[in-house]
């Protein structure tokens, strides 16, 4: 299994950026996949979530309206869309693949190497 996340970098606060995670090594289109961040200094903390056919979301309530996730099967390949970033979603940001043995989104089995997000004016 091997997630890759790439898309991360500095911007301004109210900015955007489109974080994208290669997956390769597994049947991606049979798995609910996570994003995850950690900020410097805290624990990890989950964004969000889609199922495996793309067709349910899911998000913490601090990025609800201003981060988008969605998924290409045919491309093996999971984003995320940030909008109107703020200083405090300043983190690293996993890539994640569900437990399939959980139900939970907090449950993940692998995880990718992180990519850098840095909201700052």
């Known amino acids: 299994v091997q997630l890759v996340e790439s898309g991360g970098g500095l911007v301004q606060p109210g900015g955007s950026l489109r974080l994208s995670c290669a997956a390769s090594?597994?049947?991606?289109?049979?798995?609910?996949m996570s994003w995850v961040r950690q900020a410097p200094g805290k624990g990890p903390e989950w964004v969000s979530g889609i199922n495996s056919g793309g067709y349910s979301t899911d998000y913490a309530d601090s990025v609800k309206g201003r981060f988008t996730i969605s998924r290409d099967n045919a491309k093996n390949t999971l984003y995320l869309q940030m909008n109107s970033l703020k200083p405090e979603d300043t983190a690293v940001y996993y890539c994640a693949r569900r437990d399939p043995l959980s139900t939970s989104w907090y449950k993940n089995d692998y995880w990718g190497q992180g990519t850098q997000v840095a909201v700052s004016s």
């Open positions: 090594g597994f049947s991606f289109r049979s798995y609910d």
